[in-house]
């Protein structure tokens, strides 16, 4: 049942980091290839949704839970993960990476990331048995197969990259994929810190994509100007990428609010984002009937793998680590 509780806001998040890339890369474009500007755009919609709105709900209705300096240390940390993350993708495009092979590889490599760093936290590797495994490995695969054999798509330009741009895509796209896939772990821990608090955590990521995703690159921006041009176009696509962000954090939150683990909540939505990425861009190109078999293949171990992870993933100790206890007294 409360599997049942879980699943609405993995799909949530999935559906609205499943359109972040595309979007966020539109507004790229058409600021000229700018970096700093649509990133500023996604921290200003991060501070909207995950600042705003949260301070206002909980000055007139209050929440559960309750601030603790573990928990807003960890939800904390989550934010600059998933920021430097966002800038890690910003990066990639800017240096000619192309979504053809860029998100998936973040999406391939974010859940591997995720799982181990959940074990690590957790102490639960002794709970994870070949087959989980195996059901990560599929996620893993099926998402970037999900996307690379799409119908034509964004064409693959490695190798007219220059030797200086193909280092700095591929160390931006590792630079994503170890940001991605600590966040939910960490962020999960941040909220247990406080209590089960929603708001809070949430409130701490929108805090920290504001400072370094609205501050820092404002200041970068006054000392130093960026090639491109601020456009209409290229900030409304920003921002609506921003807002899909932040709404897929929200989603990330509430799954583990109703009992979702980092385990098995991330693999799910990196492996179910990939899938809506790839399927929003085949509609708008009208070549979703030119989808390859391997496409459907792809898309096939991605479920497959989701079910194996739901199904064996290890189940956390029932009493939390010495230190863990200690922590939330001592906060």
């Not at 119908?151 to 991605?180: D, H, M, R």
């Not at 100007?225 to 921003?242: H, K, N």
């Not at 009208?286 to 079910?307: D, E, N």
């Amino acid at each position: 049942m409360r599997l049942l509780l879980v699943l609405p806001f993995v799909a949530l998040t999935f559906l609205s980091w499943g359109i972040y890339g595309p979007v966020l890369h539109l507004g790229q474009d058409a600021m000229d290839g700018s970096s700093l500007r649509p990133f500023i755009c996604v921290g200003l919609a991060y501070f909207l949704v995950a600042v705003v709105i949260p301070l206002a709900v909980l000055r007139s209705r209050g929440e559960t839970g309750n601030w603790t300096t573990g928990g807003t240390f960890w939800s904390l940390s989550a934010g600059v993960a998933g920021a430097i993350g966002a800038l890690g993708i910003v990066l990639a495009f800017k240096n000619g990476g192309q979504p053809a092979y860029v998100m998936p590889l973040v999406f391939g490599l974010a859940p591997v990331v995720n799982t181990f760093t959940t074990m690590t936290m957790t102490r639960t590797y002794k709970e994870a048995n070949a087959i989980f495994y195996v059901g990560v490995l599929l996620v893993a695969t099926g998402a970037a197969g999900v996307l690379y054999f799409n119908a034509g798509g964004t064409e693959s330009n490695v190798g007219t990259l220059s030797i200086v741009e193909f280092p700095i895509v591929l160390l931006a796209i590792a630079l994503t994929a170890l940001c991605w896939g600590a966040y939910g772990p960490v962020l999960h821990k941040g909220q247990m810190k406080m209590g089960g608090s929603r708001l809070r955590p949430f409130l701490c990521v929108g805090l920290a994509y504001f400072l370094i995703a609205v501050i820092v690159p404002a200041a970068v921006l006054g000392v130093w100007p960026e090639p491109g041009e601020w456009s209409i176009s290229g900030t409304l696509y920003s921002l609506v990428a921003g807002s899909a962000g932040a709404v897929g954090a929200l989603g990330i939150i509430l799954a583990f609010n109703f009992g979702g683990k980092p385990v098995f909540v991330m693999p799910l939505v990196f492996g179910g984002a990939p899938v809506v990425n790839t399927f929003s861009t085949l509609l708008g190109q009208g070549k979703i009937s030119q989808a390859p078999v391997m496409f459907f293949v792809s898309l096939g171990l991605v479920i497959l793998g989701a079910v194996t992870v739901l199904v064996f993933a290890p189940k956390t100790k029932n009493t939390a680590p010495r230190d863990e206890v200690n922590s939330e007294v001592t906060d």
